[in-house]
């Protein structure tokens, strides 16, 4: 009997023993290890919190985070690259010590990125740009959606701090968040930043003072009107000879005055000489022979049988 009750004690006694305080660590944005111990339930005492990195001295905490009254966690400053050590954490309140090893090479959070603005570019594209104070080592994700449609989800490579969405629609709304996270070359974290505040564009909005203001109902209006003004002006212009001649005027044809043929030749003066006339040559004596028949000469009762008549000219 004694014993069952012993046994019964023991069950009944470690039921409602309390539990020890867990402790959990993260480096917040490589400025300081925060560390907490109310993640399972609030304590109910104020524990003495101390911490150190492998090969360091024990330190007690700097600042003390509390709720009401009781301290709930602790910031302890934090030095680049000794997340890839073992880090060392004690609690402890009168006799009760709790420690406990962690390992923070993948435990950093970084800050959000900031100063998010909106811009159209020459290009056309709508290009978001962000800023990341720890740009080393980071990877971004975008998350982006168009008029309250579903979220898409884009990774942005290390060091880049903006994204670009190709020919956007200006009767669109787009709603853009980056976060942010340390990437496998320093060694990946597999926490991510808080989503940065959302930037938007497009329909009924402000944001951005420099895009272009969307194309106005009167624009195809204004298009139609013109075209119908330059037809108009052309069939004017076809059938009216005087307002065709006042708006383009007829332009000479160009002539040849015999005075400056001379002036295009580059001859020699000899050359110019032997083309004019000269009219001092000596005649040519012309003259034409008639051949008369025997019969004419027999009539003439002469001895004669042929008379070659010369006439000169």
Known sequence: MSTSLLVFLCLIGHVFAKKPPDVDCLVVHLQHVHCSWNQQEAPEVNYTFSSWFHHENENECATYLSENGINTGCNQPYKETKRFTSFYTKLAHGNETFRKTHELKSKVKLNPPSNLTVKNGSDFNLWFYWNQTKSHCVESEVVYKI?????????????????????????????????SRLDSSCGQSIFWSDWSEPVVWGSNNGTDTNQPSPMSVWTP????????????????????????????????????IPQDIEGWFHSSKGLKESFKANYNERACPVREYCNISQSDSESSGSSTSSVNTDQTV
């Open 147 to 179: 008029n309250d449609r579903t979220e898409q989800r884009f990774p942005v490579s290390d060091g880049v701090q903006n994204y670009c969405i190709n020919l956007p629609s200006s009767s669109s709304r787009y709603e853009l968040r980056v976060r």
């Open 221 to 256: 209006v204004l298009y139609v009107v013109g075209a119908l003004t330059l037809i108009l002006l052309v069939i004017i212009l076809l059938h009216h000879e005087r307002f065709r001649i006042i708006i383009i005027p007829v332009i000479p044809k160009p002539s040849l």
